[in-house]
């Protein structure tokens, strides 16, 4: 059964870093755009990076801009979101998804959640002193 399972969330403190995972199982992630979202408290989900197939196209919400990376490691069939400096407002559950159709997506800006059909179930960031 194909699956998107992100790890790496935690609390931590403001200015700190974390790393997310985003693993696949029972697929390949070589041809496909990931992209990362997230949901705060009573707030909508929002786009925050998302990453072709070949790493070739990158984008970020403003908000993040210069503080998160998203990379990818095809071998380890895996994308990362690194983030950096972060803040209270960044606390949030992230999400990881793909439409699913090769190397669609992450055109020229933040993902957009209805363009992407298949997530993983998050991973909690919270960011507190």
């Known amino acids: 059964q194909a699956q998107l399972v992100e790890s790496g969330g935690d609390l931590v403190q403001p200015g700190g870093s974390l790393r997310l995972s985003c693993a696949a199982s029972g697929f390949t992630l070589d041809y496909y755009v990931i992209g990362w979202f997230r949901q705060a408290p009573g707030k909508e989900r929002e786009g925050v990076s998302c990453i072709s197939s070949s790493a070739s196209r990158t984008y970020y919400a403003d908000s993040v801009k210069g503080r998160f990376t998203i990379s990818r490691d095809n071998a380890k069939n895996t994308v990362y979101l690194q983030m950096n400096s972060l803040k209270a407002e960044d606390t949030a559950v992230y999400y990881c998804?793909?439409?699913?159709?090769?190397?669609?997506?992450?055109?020229?800006?933040?993902?957009?959640?209805?363009?992407?059909?298949?997530w993983g179930q998050g991973t909690q960031v919270t960011v507190s002193s």
């Open positions: 998804a793909t439409p699913g159709r090769p190397d669609y997506g992450c055109y020229d800006g933040v993902p957009i959640d209805y363009e992407y059909d298949y």
